[in-house]
């Protein structure tokens, strides 16, 4: 194994590591390290997939906490702008893309390091409405639409447990879409079929590791590390 294929599969557990313990984010960690080792489409091909499990293990252990009325809403205005971020990717550059990508992931780091959310105050409806609109394109675009989502749902759902099922099932509808459309446009090469397959066993170790931690931890210290990991990440993508 190279040392490209050893950095993108240790991206892949500490990712899906994150997403069984949070319910989103797994892929904005991974997408970064797959720029620079794999390539955008196959990362964008790969993680659909791998995606699709994690997510799916998460759902079915947490299925009886799933909020179904705003699943069903975020689901559906999602897909709509995933659609459009999936065209957003045919007529920008790679490297345009990139560096969009690289600021998204600084920007999310920096805003959850640097700020502290006031439980108090309500955000107003149409802002979390641009919010779910701005992940569906992200998510279109670099299947990394989670960080965005997760402002909408932590506003709607207050229930950890329902946060992560709801959230992973949505995972689920999103992701399968994508995949199928990938698959139509005869995206899964050999090369990322091959790729795909050699993550799934890590994701699921990861996953159900995730799933032991989540109980024993607090969900604030581990995510405070991810965000650091995601501005060192982001700096690194703009720098090289």
Known sequence: MDISSLAFFTAVFFGYLMNAITGFAGN???MPVGFQTIGIQQ?????NVTGLCSCGLVAILA???IVWKELAKMTAVMFVFMLGGMWINTVVSIDILQIIFALFVLGVGLKNLLSKP???????EFLLWAVL???GLIQGMFVSGGAMAIVYAVNKIKDKDALRGTMSMMWVFLNSAYTILLAVNGTFTAEIIGITLASIPILVVATFIGNLIVKRIKQES???LTYVLLVVIGVFMIVF
Not at 118 to 124: H, I, W
């Open 63 to 65: 299925f009886k906490h």
């Open 118 to 124: 006031d439980e108090s105050k309500a955000v107003p």
């Open 133 to 135: 609109i701005v992940a």
């Open 43 to 47: 990362s964008i091909a790969a993680l």
């Open 222 to 224: 581990f995510l405070k």
């Open 28 to 30: 904005v960690f991974i």
